[in-house]
């Protein structure tokens, strides 16, 4: 069976969207839909077959103080707004699909990291609840967000302990992969002063966090390296942006925002055969 699996990347999955939208359209459904942070968050009208939602979303509040701003930390502790991204907008802005969603045989799972053991965890997305709590937590960035309660557990940004998900994907079963990266191709990430501070801060209420945080870049250029693995091997497929077409995680940029999507959309029709193989 074929599994689609979503890198993250706070905006920059707009590009993940217009691959996704793509298969919509073309009425391409993966029975198995795997991923961390907004990868996944968007992945979710993928399931819901609401093409086009993500990119309005994005493309209307990027500049709505109420959607990102430092104002929230006030009421939401962080530096989204909880409440109106994940509540107001789903609920009555755009509203999401819940009968599409859920009568949609395909499997959504969402990574998150448990604070406390410092592993990743997969939840089923089909659980999620009308506060879109389990989609807090997988966005959860350490201090950008608070800390995400759900089901007696804390959870921070699944992208910490697993920021693509291709084992777990493996494990369950599917043995070739649509892999959607949001970084071009021969980026490396190295370790970040976000996540330095990060480990020193939560070292004492978190121990278990550090290795992850300070090992965070290992593990995703190794992942990386795994992926081109089993591209070459005929496993996988790998959509990811051109360099020139990248933008930054918080881009500000509604027209670069905008020509990321619609490359991710026709990269998707470019590889449309390529991809109808994975499933059969």
């Given at each position: ?147 995400i ?30 892999i ?25 209420k ?10 965070r ?16 091997e ?13 933008i ?33």
């Amino acid at each position: 069976m074929g599994a689609l699996i979503l890198e993250g990347g706070t905006f920059r999955p707009i590009f993940s969207s217009g691959v996704m939208d793509a298969l919509n359209d073309h009425d391409i459904d993966f029975p198995y839909v795997i991923g961390v942070s907004a990868g996944i968050t968007d992945g979710f009208s993928y399931v819901s077959k609401q093409p086009l939602r993500n990119y309005h979303i994005l493309m209307n509040h990027r500049h709505d103080k109420r959607y990102v701003g430092l104002r929230n930390y006030i009421h939401d502790r962080s530096l989204f707004g909880l409440r109106y991204a994940y509540e107001t907008i789903p609920q009555d802005i755009y509203p999401f699909d819940w009968e599409t969603f859920l009568n949609n045989p395909a499997q959504i799972r969402v990574g998150v990291t448990n604070v406390e053991t410092g592993q990743c965890e997969y939840l089923d997305g089909k659980e999620l609840d009308r506060k879109c709590t389990m989609l807090k937590a997988t966005c959860a960035i350490p201090f950008a967000f608070p800390v995400i309660s759900l089901n007696g557990k804390k959870y921070y940004d699944g992208g910490i302990c697993d920021p693509i998900p291709v084992k777990k994907a493996m494990a369950d079963g599917h043995e070739k992969l649509l892999i959607v990266l949001t970084r071009p191709k021969g980026y490396q990430k190295t370790l970040s002063k976000a996540n330095i501070v990060a480990s020193r801060l939560l070292k004492r209420k978190y121990p278990n966090l550090v290795q992850p945080l300070l090992t965070r870049h290992l593990l995703y250029n190794e992942t990386i390296a795994y992926c081109e693995q089993l591209e070459r091997e005929g496993k996988a497929l790998i959509l990811r942006p051109h360099e020139e077409f990248q933008i930054d995680s918080f881009e500000k940029d509604l027209q670069k925002i905008d020509r990321l999507y619609h490359y991710g959309y026709q990269l998707a029709i470019d590889y449309m055969e390529d991809i109808k193989k994975i499933l059969e």
